[in-house]
């Protein structure tokens, strides 16, 4: 989690990229979003309405900016390292913050789940719990979307975070393979490989060959956020700065834009809702293009000149980037909130406005929590 600072943000931050939390907390809230239409019908096959040809996208669309995020952040310190010829970053302290940011405050919902989520849940729970305990679930077709629900995403960043540093040592001995000053070519190919490898894992993932916690199928959504970060310590370097970067940093209302617009062509796509059966080119052109909202949503919040620009300023607004401060909490526990919410109610007696207003308000309530007593 970026810690909060009280200065203002820098033209050009090396360490601290302000808007990265408040994009944090919009993806927290298109996931909170998706699981509210989803409860109260909205996104059902047959249902006629507008609303619903984006609400059904939100889940997997929060998902995809998450994980950009992730591979932006917990690539930098690494490339930085590589193109600045230096030693890369200390393992020991690496897995310590991976560990204390995942796993603490990951409990401490699993345990309110136990005590408040419904008997079948707790008993689910229960009944494998060293899986719950050690976010392994994620690897089983039948456990992965139980329990706490979201988490089957945590398994896919857990095993990011173990393959990363062997990743970027594969990549620096690459580098030194192809001879000197080839730091980036060895960048730019294990980017090409990882990415591609995700393309192979979505085909895998489709054909039930891969279960949905494996990391495979979501590799070319980290390597979104990854080549942001290559780009930028080329930069922090002295190095040139691709076009669409130079662009996106200056103009970044047109990242805004990009991104709805590819929000829209998945709309007009006729892709089946939620968690209904999808062909493999449905899968392959939503998963293509909600890596391209990432990217486009996130290059703003690294190159240009950071006070400028009201898509940067909204997202630093202080509301919203204590939202994403306490994104992780709100990610953690809405589906337990929402499940309170509307106990007992058949899904056409769930109203959506309302019940995603009173899911979001309680939840961040206990997410504020979290993160203050907990995960600061």
Known sequence: MTPSGGGPPRAEPDRFYPGIDGLRALAA??????????????????????????????????????????????????????????????????????????????WLALVGYLLLASPQLRDSILDHLL??????????????????????????????????????????????????????????????????????????LADKALPIGGLAPWMDLFAMGMV?????????????????FKYLGRYPVLGLLLALELVWVVAQLDVPRGFQPKTLGDEYARHFLYGFVGFALLSPLVFGNQAKGWYRRALCWRPVRWTGE????????????????????????????????????????????????LER
């Open 29 to 106: 809230f298109l996931v909170l979003t998706f699981h509210v239409a989803e409860r109260s019908g909205l996104n059902r096959a047959d249902t006629a309405s507008w609303v619903a040809d984006y609400t059904s996208q939100f889940g997997r669309l929060g998902v995809s900016i998450f994980f950009a995020i992730s591979g932006f952040l917990l690539y930098r310190p690494f490339v930085a390292a590589h193109l600045a010829d230096e030693a890369a970053p200390a393992l020991g302290g690496y897995f310590r913050r991976r560990f204390l940011r995942i796993f603490p405050a990951y």
């Open 131 to 204: 899986l719950r305990i050690s976010l392994l679930q994620g690897w089983s077709e039948t456990l992965a979307l139980s329990g706490v629900s979201v988490a089957w995403t945590l398994t896919i960043e857990l095993t990011f975070y173990l393959v990363l540093p062997l990743y970027a040592w594969l990549v620096r001995r690459l580098a030194r393979s192809l001879g000197r000053d080839q730091a980036l070519t060895a960048e730019l190919i294990g980017l090409g490989a990882f990415y591609l490898l995700g393309l192979a894992g979505r085909w895998l």
């Open 228 to 244: 942001i970060a290559v780009f930028r310590a080329r930069q922090r370097e002295g190095g040139g700065t691709p076009a669409v």
């Open 326 to 373: 306490v994104s992780y909490g709100l990610y953690l526990w809405h589906v337990l909130v929402l499940y309170l919410l509307t106990e007992g109610l058949r899904a056409d007696e769930v109203a959506f406005w309302p019940t995603l207003g009173a899911t979001f308000a309680a939840t961040m309530v206990i997410a504020s929590a979290s993160f203050v007593m």
